[in-house]
């Protein structure tokens, strides 16, 4: 069995209820409800493989709209003790996903100002949002492998909160289609 995991309700419009051989997970916004809702069902349920879908916001000029995979995440609103930005007192600076694919920058607040994704970019991440580090790194405690997928819901910058709400169902439509073309479901 495979769990399907989304952040927020409007990324899972276009997904049925039941679809065969997922089970699904509604986790809430940021690093601490997905990291608290994941540990939670892989302790009360046995997975092959934890699927993620939801929205990012693009902070690479060169990263156009559509769906991308997660190769790895980094955290854009910790500091280390020496003060450098990106770097958490005790876990990675980076976790990976095993997988090709983009690196995002996950944080919890939504970015949307110019100052911000230059500050982000500079870590070295393509994308933003707010729950793939948490997620890989519960997937990784518990030895689980875990494949995200990102739709392109926005350029994170003036406006992107606004624009989130209109696009969300459009990415979440695009989801399911990649869902259906990668699992046959």
Avoid: N
Wanted: proline share 2%; net charge negative.
């Amino acid at each position: 069995m495979k769990l399907l995991v989304a952040a927020h309700v409007s990324e899972l419009v276009a997904f049925e209820e039941d679809i065969p051989g997922f089970t699904r997970l509604l986790t809430g916004v940021g690093k601490i409800p997905a990291a608290y809702a994941l540990t939670r069902a892989l302790c009360e349920g046995d997975y092959d493989e934890i699927v993620v879908v939801g929205t990012a916001g693009a902070i690479d000029d060169d990263v156009e709209g559509g769906i991308y995979e997660i190769a790895g995440a980094i955290q854009h609103d910790v500091k280390g003790l020496d003060g450098t930005f990106g770097e958490h007192v005790s876990l990675p600076t980076r976790v990976d996903t095993g997988a090709d694919g983009l690196v995002i920058a996950t944080g919890d607040h939504f970015v949307d100002d110019a100052e911000a994704v230059r500050l982000i970019r500079s870590l070295g991440a393509r994308l933003v949002d707010m729950e793939s580090y948490a997620l890989i790194w519960v997937a990784q405690q518990f030895d689980v492998p875990i494949r995200i997928l990102r739709a392109v819901s926005d350029r994170a910058q003036d406006g992107a909160t606004e624009l989130w709400d209109v696009v969300v169902e459009r990415c979440s439509h695009e989801l399911r289609a990649k869902i259906g073309e990668l699992y046959g479901v």
